[in-house]
């Protein structure tokens, strides 16, 4: 798995300086980098408490969000970082662009370089896309992988590490649970990566075998097929969505025996430590991968990790838009 | 109809200080409330005409619209009228949504929630939709209803009192008459609670018995199947659009037939007190409820409902905010 | 062709104090005024090189994107253009409008008038929509045709010669070549007027028969059905895009035979003169009309064409706005 992952990440994230200039996969970031994002974030989580939420960071900076996915939510909440930073915004969904007329990704980027944009933020059903154009870009702009393929999607990793350092502090003593389809999941495999990084010395993985690829044990995370089995004495699950849309025919039996087996229920809980944190990247299928109980319930913190995520993209953007401003001014 | 109109309008679009804090539908608003909205709207009418049209009372804030219907004239409006107010503004359509994933609107809502939007601007298809996210989010936002399946669109009635009462004058000595299709109207049941609760002294419903209900009589309405003797003597008459997607079949014989019947014409409105107002809430189907040259002629005053209805919102979500505000800081 | 491109576009753009108030097509623009556009275009390129890429230049007006044809890359140069002037833009697409629900097109503009929007960046399938706009609105709204059917599409054409002038010096000493589909391309029409309105004395067109009009000729055009013979010694070589969704039936064999016979190539491009410059509107179909060594090699300017264009906008809005504003202050 770890080469199927590599895109030559380190390589690109950073430029020549070594500061971070993209974020494109947790693979590759050294753990004072992670935290360095979500110290920033806890200052921009402030500003969402604002009457008036907006700093003026980002004046008369435009960010590009390229989305060849539909995401409503990440589109949303990058689109709102990046105005409450006051950037220009300037949205390009994939089925109304002239990709239907043939253009290549990088012909499409290459336009809007050429408009002088600051910033990419790209979903891509292909795997290593952002890659492709942060290399394509170089320094002149900055990337942001908001999810490609099945790869990864650094945000989201990064608002969960948020969320369970702003309830649990840090990584170091905690036991997390990652729990469903992690074989298509970019959010599991970013996930292990940024928990790994942080030094969490636990990460399990729990799945039917047809969803969590056996190779997992080689990266030292520990591989469960019994949901109760995985979630012993562990302080922190995280639920992950099943991509019905993604999965091939016959992986699965059935929902209902999914829920049956690993969807996660307040009862089911009861193995975890008690008042175990719950995650989850939205949007949820209530009642498949998570009961609704548990997702409205007292130990979940799946809106909190909305509200985080605004404040780690926030975050994210000024940073590299920081390291721009130094290799440009 | 009242009782399927209510959907506990009062209790949810007031807050526990009794300030206006949604505005969900006409009933259960005060005239001294309607009036104060209509005379925020007036002093916002000045602005379109500047060169700067813009204000920075909203400054800061984000307002989402949440569309789960089509409408390029609302959303437009309701967009510039946020804009124009120096807000931050959200457009999520449905089709494009994670809507489509399955997830609810509440979950939706709870998203946009946790991003700390400060206002909802919602259509939906279906009646009391807006009520349902009234009362979750309760004083957290402001929500206004942009129309909500047969059953209420209160900006539009706000413009159009507001449009008749620029034209005539106070409610109190006019005869009001409203011609087309009651029965799949919103626009119709707005308008009839907004004059009744402005003390207009009569109200005429006007169309085929398949198109108005005959419950109307009940609410004070007067009911008349013939135009004619609907328009006689009438100060103001406000046109419906025919929704030829939403009428079901076998309830009109054929647009011709209708238009011979209940299309307005300058020849028919002749038998309307001179100088009659006309109103329609647009888009027109020219030459099925409403002749051209009466509809561009010197007795319409539809586009001058544009230019209202931008004012009017700009008032609403100006007045909505501040009692946000109030309850925030 | 001379009479199928009349729309009265002399009287329509022109205020009565003969100031440029629209922008619709080259035909019936004076030389001084595209000089006057590509020269304030000249000042906003430096703008497109700062951190802070905005001016408040059209600060409190609104744009509307009016786009009756999807064009991802012309709306978002418009949107570029006009939000880096500070204004508030709205764009609305067809598919998603009331159009849908039979308004006509100057419905759809009067409503948008009656919100007091200060200009319309208008594209639609039919020529002369945006003349028809421009006629109806008069001196209210500037309008900007961003291509209407095979008619005109000039800020294509402006940002072409914005190119030439800038690599090459005026048009007065340049044989300029373009390539391609001219039948159904509004940019061939639109630069092969500003051409022959700045004093180019030899403008060439290349095509097979059935896709270049005899009647050019008659304009002073030389028209030439093979390519080297129409290459030879020519300083600038424009491209056109090959609208294969345009094309009707029988009109080429196969885009094989098309790109033998008349695709540009760096080994074709040695008939013309040396280093002589390559323009292409975008987006480019690779191997088609143009070689990609070509395309992204030294001679090739199409990048720097879609920088000038976004100056290039920015000055005809600029320029279009203070003539409106001298209207109306």
Redesign the interface.
Known sequence: MRKALHFGDAGTQHGADGRLRHLLSMEGLRDREILHILDTAESFLEI???????TPTL????IVNLFFE????TR??F??AA??LSA?V?N??VS???Q?????LL?TV????????DGFVIRHPEAGAAHQVARHVGGEALVINAGDGQHAHPTQALLDVFTIRHYRGPMENLVVAIVGDVLHSRVARSQIYALSILGCPEIRVIGPRTLVPAELSALGVHVYHDLDAGLQGADVVCALRLQR?RMEAHRLPSLDEYHRRFGLTSQRLEKAAPGALVLHP?????GVEIASELADGPQSVI?????HG?AVRMAVLTLLAGAL?GE??
Chains 1, 2, 3 share one sequence.
């Open positions: 969402g408490q604002r009457v008036i939420k907006k004046r008369g900076r435009t539909n995401s409503t939510r949303s909440t689109e709102l105005k409450r220009d300037l390009i969904a109304t662009s002239s239907s007329k043939g253009e290549s012909d290459d336009n809007l370089r050429a408009m002088h944009v849309e939205g949007p949820i299928n209530r809106l909190a990790q909305v509200t605004l401003g440009e001014e």
